[in-house]
Each structure stands twice: as structure tokens, then as C-alpha cells.
Nanobody, 123 residues
Framework: QVQLVEFGGGLVQAGDSLRLSCAAS????????MGWFRQAPGKEREFVAG????????YYSDSVKGRFTISRDSAKNTVFLQMNSLKPEDTAVYYC????????????????WGQGTQVTVSS
């Protein structure tokens, strides 16, 4: 069992930066592959970024590539999403998620989710 809690959302202006954190707890949480997803009102939940359990492999959606960076501190069981050059279209609730096998782009393949944190980017 893995519990996930996100931190760091807020209201920022276009062009600003924000860093989200996801604290994981559970006996083997450090061995899980992690993903960040987001969901805007009226839209489906979409993949944003993912990182392998060892932190070596990272994955990004085309919409955030070059602006967002995912990383993890395995000693602290925490995953980060550094978001730079934010745009109004980045506005959404951001969720972190965990799964055992590998990073997946599909939200349905993750078994553990945080409660989400709101990110609002004003123009």
C-alpha cells in the first residue's frame, strides 16, 4: 500500500515557475515508478511526466517537454515536478500516481493516487 500527498500548487502568472512535490509513504514506496498527471475542467486526465523508480528514465508529454522537469529524491520518498515558463493552458489539478511495473502514459494503469493540487496560471 502506498499513500501519496501532493504539495506546492497555487496561483501564478504566465511565465512564472512552480515546483510540485509528491510525498510517498509505504513500506516499498521507493521502488514504485511515478507519474504526474493533470486534469483541467471538462477534460480527461492527461499524462504530464513520469520517472522510473531509480530516477534514471524520465518521460514527458509533448506539451510540457522543455519546460517541466521531473525528479525524485529516493531517500526522502519524494517526487518533484519543476514547472517553468507556465502558460494559462497548464491550469489544472495536478496528481501524482504510482505503479510497480513501469512508467505508463495511461492513468488507468496506476493503482495509487494523491488527492491532487490545484495549479492556476493567469494570463
Amino acid at each position: 500500500q502506498v499513500q501519496l500527498v501532493e504539495f506546492g500548487g497555487g496561483l501564478v502568472q504566465a511565465g512564472d515557475s512552480l515546483r510540485l512535490s509528491c510525498a510517498a509513504s509505504g513500506r516499498t514506496s521507493s521502488t514504485y515508478h511515478m507519474g504526474w498527471f493533470r486534469q483541467a475542467p471538462g477534460k480527461e486526465r492527461e499524462f504530464v511526466a513520469g520517472i522510473s523508480w531509480g530516477g534514471i528514465n524520465t518521460y514527458y508529454s509533448d506539451s510540457v517537454k522543455g519546460r517541466f522537469t521531473i525528479s525524485r529524491d529516493s531517500a526522502k520518498n519524494t517526487v518533484f515536478l519543476q514547472m517553468n515558463s507556465l502558460k494559462p493552458e497548464d491550469t489544472a489539478v495536478y496528481y501524482c500516481a504510482a505503479r510497480r511495473i513501469s512508467v505508463s502514459y495511461r492513468s488507468s494503469e496506476y493503482g495509487y493516487w494523491g488527492q491532487g493540487t490545484q495549479v492556476t496560471v493567469s494570463s
